[in-house]
């Protein structure tokens, strides 16, 4: 299979998505730089998507799964505050490119999947793209207390309610971002550890997620 290249006109539309996150008013250059350098259509698996990888739309990938739309990415990374050298935890490593994200921002990156042949897929693209992130294949609910304390921790899934483990893995001033309600229906939060008893919960609007599935990793 011949690879895809990322030529100049992967990169012009790569510009024109920056543009339009910031009409959306994604604000944080770094994010946008980090959008900017991230090839998106190296993560799409079907080529039938492949013309469409910079416009801001979601697509389904393996497993069921899906790639977040663009906005979607850049506005939880902005929610994170990523600063280079943070430990992040993502839970639902997914097709990889919001861990490509993250890689682009500085983060030294643990990354959490649920479905094993996705884990795997994954794990190849990311080395063969240069992108140095620790993928694990296991239950995101559980976190990865071994690793723990994280600065930042980001879910890329609905869950029914913030993991009761997750808070207790963020470092004091750490702050957790993650899609809370039914399927579909989902509000994105941004939590803040302000000290070793208490969390900040902020609210920041509606989103649509696949769910998070507790207690299970699918071979």
């Known amino acids: 299979m011949t690879p895809i290249p990322d030529d100049y006109r992967h990169q012009g539309m790569r510009k024109q998505l920056v543009e339009e996150l910031k009409r959306k008013r994604i604000g ?16 799409i698996d079907d080529s039938a998507f492949l013309r469409l990888a910079y416009t801001d739309q979601a697509f389904p990938i393996a497993c069921g ?6 906005y979607t990415v850049a506005f939880q990374s902005q929610l994170l505050e990523v600063r280079k050298g943070d430990k992040v935890l993502e839970i639902g490593t997914g097709s990889g490119y919001q861990t490509a994200v993250l890689c682009a921002l500085g983060a030294k990156v643990f990354s959490i999947e649920r479905h094993k042949p996705l884990h795997m ?12 992130a620790t993928l694990v294949f296991g239950d995101g609910y559980k976190g990865l207390p071994a690793h723990a304390p994280f600065d930042r921790i980001i879910i890329t899934c609905g869950a029914p309610a913030v993991p009761e483990l997750l ?4 470092k004091v001033g750490g702050i957790l971002v993650v899609p809370v309600g039914p399927e579909g229906k989902q509000k994105m939060l941004k939590l803040v550890r302000s000290d070793s008893l ?22």
């Open 167 to 170: 808070p207790a893995q963020l």
């Open 198 to 219: 208490t969390i900040e919960e902020q609210e920041h609007g509606a989103f649509s997620f696949v769910p998070m599935l507790s207690n299970k990793s699918a071979g």
């Open 65 to 70: 799964q899906t790639i977040s739309q663009p």
């Open 28 to 43: 944080d250059l770094a994010v946008l730089a980090a959008i900017n350098s991230v090839p998106r259509h190296l993560f």
């Open 121 to 132: 897929a994954t794990k190849q693209r990311l080395e063969r793209l240069g992108y140095r």
